[in-house]
């Protein structure tokens, strides 16, 4: 079975601009959130969606986004990109539902902010 | 205070040692705890997923829960140079899926 997949791989923008970063969770997996992983740190938590409603969110400004289609496919936004902005971002399903159930990750989008 | 603190190394030790990677966290309400594997350049890995205290072991590798220290552990037996990489520690509440990470512990195995 494929994993959590999420494209594109690497990314450089400049600061100001906005971008998109796009995510597909494992099959049968209705829960997908996002996380920024700044380099020598854990993940940071940033949202999650289940059955296209926003279940959580973190603390990022609201120049971050989201959101899930009926597929459960995902996107995130970010706009008016920060240097700050620089890190890995990381999607993760989960069967998530009734039953608490774990969290497995994709390779993440490396976002450049120049 | 972070919630979740974790040595962040780095940890090098010889093939074969036995490998303790430890995590202590301040929030009474987590109830699952994970280990996680990252290589460089990819996502985390889930390894061991425990509810509650207790032991769970799969393969070379435990897990260990104390939730009366708020302390968690995971060791690794017969160490390999591929078990080189970032170990995670996560944990959350209840039925969600915001995690809490630890720094990560960066283990280097050598031949």
């Known amino acids: 079975d494929a994993g959590v997949t999420q494209s594109p791989t690497h990314l450089i923008k400049t600061r100001g601009q906005h971008v998109t970063l796009r995510c597909s969770p494992i099959?049968?997996?209705?829960?997908v959130s996002w996380y920024q992983q700044v380099l020598g740190q854990g993940p940071q938590f940033i949202f999650q969606y289940y059955e296209k409603e926003e279940r959580g969110r973190g603390n990022f400004p609201d120049r971050f986004s989201a959101r899930q289609f009926p597929n459960y496919s995902s996107e995130l936004n970010v706009n008016a990109l920060l240097l700050g902005d620089s890190a890995l971002y990381l999607c993760?399903?989960?069967?998530?539902?009734?039953?608490?159930?774990?969290?497995?990750f994709g390779n993440g989008t490396r976002l450049t902010v120049t | 205070q972070k919630e979740v603190e974790q040595d962040p190394g780095p940890l090098s030790v010889p093939e074969g040692a036995i490998v303790s990677l430890n995590c202590t966290y301040s929030?009474?309400?987590?109830?699952?705890f994970m280990w996680y594997r990252q290589y460089s350049r990819k996502g985390p890995e889930l390894l061991m997923y425990?509810?509650?205290?207790g032991n769970k072991e799969d393969g070379r590798f435990t897990a260990q829960v104390d939730k009366s220290s708020k302390y968690i552990s995971l060791f690794i037996r017969d160490s390999q140079p591929s078990d080189s990489a970032t170990y995670l520690c996560?944990?959350?509440?209840?039925?969600?899926?915001?995690?809490?990470f630890g720094t990560g512990t960066r283990l280097q195995v050598f031949p």
């Open positions: 099959s049968g997996h209705k829960s």
């Open positions: 425990t509810y509650s205290s």
């Open positions: 929030n009474s309400a987590f109830q699952y």
């Open positions: 996560a944990m959350r509440g209840g039925n969600t899926d915001k995690l809490i």
């Open positions: 993760a399903s989960s069967r998530q539902g009734t039953r608490v159930s774990p969290l497995h």
